[in-house]
């Protein structure tokens, strides 16, 4: 079994290999992480001289078939998710006191005052041009998702030297298996196995910090330009891909209870819920 970790895309990774120590194992490592790095610097927003934070600069511009589909991934996912999941949160996140990579933060960054920032703005895309532009006032953050395709991008190096599995912080995605996959819950830890598929985990539990005296976290719930409040604590999705289950996660966490777990039944989405009060629900076909 091969095992590297390493920080990238403002959180820990770490690749697993079921495989022999030789010299395609090695290189099949070396690539995965070389990828997640080259993605890294195509999409974080807080490298000025990635392909996103160029465009959120220009406004409008002729982009590279990967970013153009991404962003395309993402407006059918706001489309799909009813606007729960939007790439337009970008200024939201950075009122929010959410400016920078999150082992950056300040410990209490102050800054004036301001209200709630307009969430889903325009952004329209023409293929055939691979022209991406911005309505005036928006700009694009596509932090989970991006870190869910590295880890589905990196899992698909891997599995042609054996069994695999990719943790992108959280986004998890697994080749071959089953692999055990601790899931946090309220009461202590939850074991799936998992084969061929992948899990994510929305929660307000990890990434927060005190912006102007108060509390905030990273999920911003659209529909308010603010952090979300609805109930949940944390929100654990399985689904085909990481970057599917990082939509769905973020989808059921905007929510709420109960309508979280009415969803999750309804549409077959296996989700372990933990709620603000200290109470896990299992959902989806979970038992």
Known sequence: ML???????????ELVLDASPGL???RAIAAAEQEIRR????LSR???????SRLNARGAMEVGA??????ELALAAREQTGGRFDPTVHDALVTAGYDRSFDRLEADGRHEPS???RCGGGVHVEAAASRISLEPGVRLDLGGLAKGYAADRAAAILEDAGDCLVDAGGDIAVCGGPWPIGVETAGGMLTLELADGAIATSGRDRRRWMHNGA????LIDPSTGRPAAGGLLRVTVVATRAAEAEVLAKELFLAGVPAAALQADTRGLPAVLVTDAGE????GGLA
């Open 215 to 218: 509390e905030q976290h990273h």
């Open 39 to 42: 993605l890294e610097r195509l």
């Open 46 to 52: 807080f490298d000025r001289g990635s392909e996103l």
């Open 115 to 117: 209200g709630p920032v």
């Open 280 to 283: 896990t629900l299992l959902a």
């Open 66 to 71: 990967e970013l153009l589909a991404l962003v």
């Open 3 to 13: 095992r590297r970790r390493f920080h990238a895309m403002g959180t820990e990774m």
């Open 24 to 26: 395609e194992a090695l």
